[in-house]
């Protein structure tokens, strides 16, 4: 309505006044615009929270600060690494393990995964050419079986791969499976 002339202004503001229909119209138009100008400041809000919100992240996120950072980390993977190569490995040497049956005799005790020779003390047992032996842990599941020919020493048997943490049992069998006698051993 800015740019129309006087007399014209005229003859429309006295239409509206009159024109219910027209009246109708120029109340929503109204509110439709009112109803744009609050959505748009709605944007202009959400955009500048988001410029705030980025450029306090920006100044955070330096170059030097990140440099930093990445030096950090690069430290602590190098030492991470490190303390994992440098860690001992478990020896290869054969441990060789007498398990006696003594009264009040303390549980043997071997380091995990590394290879065992266990002598096992066959003294009161019947006089057999030959035992099985059974290696089971401490829920029963059998770790290794043999087939041992006794020695003069006793019975001996080797496990190569060694045995995992836990406590374990070696129970020595007659040929028909009569359990003969049982030896503890803990890996740690």
């Known amino acids: 309505m800015g740019s129309l002339g006087g007399p014209v202004l005229a003859e429309v503001e006295e239409h509206l006044f009159v024109c219910p229909h ?27 929270a988001r410029k705030e919100f980025w450029t306090r992240v920006s100044g955070t996120l330096t170059f030097r600060r990140i440099g930093w950072a990445m030096a950090i980390a690069s430290l602590l993977i190098l030492g991470i690494s490190l303390r994992l190569g440098l860690r001992s490995a478990p020896s290869a040497q054969l441990l060789a393990l007498v398990l006696e049956t003594n009264r009040g005799s303390e549980l043997q005790r071997a380091p995990a995964r590394r290879p065992l020779t266990l002598s096992l003390d066959v003294t009161g047992l019947p006089t057999l050419p030959a035992y099985d032996v059974d290696v089971v842990d401490s829920k029963g599941v059998a770790q290794a079986q043999f087939h041992a020919v006794t020695a003069e020493s006793g019975i001996n048997v080797q496990l190569a791969e060694g045995l995992r943490r836990g406590n374990y049992f070696i129970r020595i069998y007659s040929p028909s499976r009569e359990r003969l006698r049982e030896y503890g051993l803990q890996v740690d």
């Open 22 to 48: 027209c009246q109708e119209q120029l109340k929503e138009i109204d509110s439709y615009v009112g109803a744009m100008r609050s959505a748009a400041a709605g944007l202009e809000l959400k955009d500048e």
